[in-house]
Nanobody, 121 residues
Framework: QVQLVESGGGLVQTGGSLRLSCAAS????????MGWYRQAPGKQRELVAT???????NYADSVKGRLTISRDNAKNTVYLQMNSLTPEDTAVYYC???????????????WGQGTQVTVSS
């Protein structure tokens, strides 16, 4: 059983910073890409950023220069450093990972439970 557990959400004022973490645990052979998505009220879930096992990153245009994704492969953990936050960043943030379980040689997508980020004006 593979689990993703997020932490680090909360309430922050405009211009503030937060750091999200997501740790994968369980019987894991390998983790390929990891990423962060977000869903604001009344909107579809959207990509925020992804990172490959080799460290290559990809960002949504709306967050470039403000949000930074990173990962620690030894800890099976992905991070999202969020700076210069605005109310438009308010959403539930979800962690995603493409995980190859120990009992398989094929990767499957796993999701965290989500963590709320609220930016006040």
């Amino acid at each position: 059983q593979v689990q993703l557990v997020e932490s680090g959400g909360g309430l922050v004022q405009t211009g503030g910073s937060l750091r999200l973490s997501c740790a994968a645990s369980g019987s894991i052979r390998r983790i390929n890409a990891m990423g962060w998505y977000r869903q604001a009220p009344g909107k579809q879930r959207e990509l925020v950023a992804t990172i490959t096992s080799g460290g290559s990153t990809n960002y949504a245009d709306s967050v470039k220069g403000r949000l930074t994704i990173s990962r620690d492969n030894a800890k099976n953990t992905v991070y999202l450093q969020m700076n210069s936050l605005t109310p438009e960043d308010t959403a539930v943030y979800y962690c995603n990972a493409e995980v190859v379980p120990a009992t398989s040689f094929v990767s499957f997508p796993y999701w965290g439970q989500g963590t709320q980020v609220t930016v006040s004006s």
